[in-house]
T-cell receptor
């Protein structure tokens, strides 16, 4: 299956700083998603992105978060003014098919907020 | 809204024994169902999926799952556990193409020699 890469693999930041997490999917992917997994907890949906627009977002995805695809390839998640509780693994996912909901996940970025 | 419940946060099996991981879902419309596996410090890997058609689906690494609508279940099984099956397993549900996935809490599998 086509791969999704995520950078960086690990990001350490100070509370209150802004971070940008990047996902590099292959261009013919249809939907893109961000999920997060706080240590020891379930995987939680943040936002989905289709045709350069947000198609769905969760209650977690508040004004602190934003997504964009600035250059038509990279798909980014920006977290403004990070909080301690933002520490988690952040996964990018994508789907290629419009028929099913099969999502393929990237390896994740581990964000540590100090 | 859809939801997923995985019974048992931890399961311990002996090598060669049956692996059974339970998943029950709630959905107001016919669901798409998935099992993902997560090895330590890695991302989520798709094991298998149910969309339509045959209710018994086979996946990678010898795993299979059966969709039972009457029981709203999608339990994952493997006849004979291998040490390499030690990982965390997540059941997930989606309802339409492009829709988010809702995950269960995960079941961590320990395989004893």
């Amino acid at each position: 299956e086509p791969e999704v890469t995520q950078t960086p693999s690990h990001q350490v930041t100070q509370m209150g700083q802004e971070v940008i997490l990047r996902c590099v999917p292959i261009s013919n992917h249809l939907y893109f998603y961000w999920y997060r997994q706080i240590l020891g907890q379930k995987v939680e949906f943040l936002v989905s992105f289709y045709n350069n627009e947000i198609s769905e977002k969760s209650e977690i995805f508040d004004d602190q978060f934003s997504v964009e695809r600035p250059d038509g390839s990279n798909f980014t998640l920006k977290i403004r003014s990070t909080k301690l509780e933002d520490s988690a693994m952040y996964f990018c996912a994508r789907t290629m098919s419009s028929s099913y909901n099969e999502q393929f996940f990237g390896p994740g970025t581990r964000l540590t907020v100090l | 809204a859809q939801s997923v419940t995985q019974l048992g946060s931890h399961v311990s099996v002996s090598e060669g024994a049956l692996v059974l991981l339970r998943c029950n879902y709630s959905s107001s419309v016919p669901p798409y169902l998935f099992w993902y596996v997560q090895y330590p410090n890695q991302g989520l890997q798709l094991l298998l999926k149910y969309t339509t058609g045959a209710t018994l689906v086979k996946g990678i690494n010898g795993f299979e799952a059966e969709f039972k609508k009457s029981e709203t279940s999608f339990h994952l099984t493997k006849p004979s556990a291998h040490m390499s099956d030690a990982a965390e397993y997540f059941c997930a549900v989606g309802i339409t193409a492009g829709n988010k996935l809702t995950f269960g809490g995960g079941t961590r599998v320990l395989v004893k020699p």
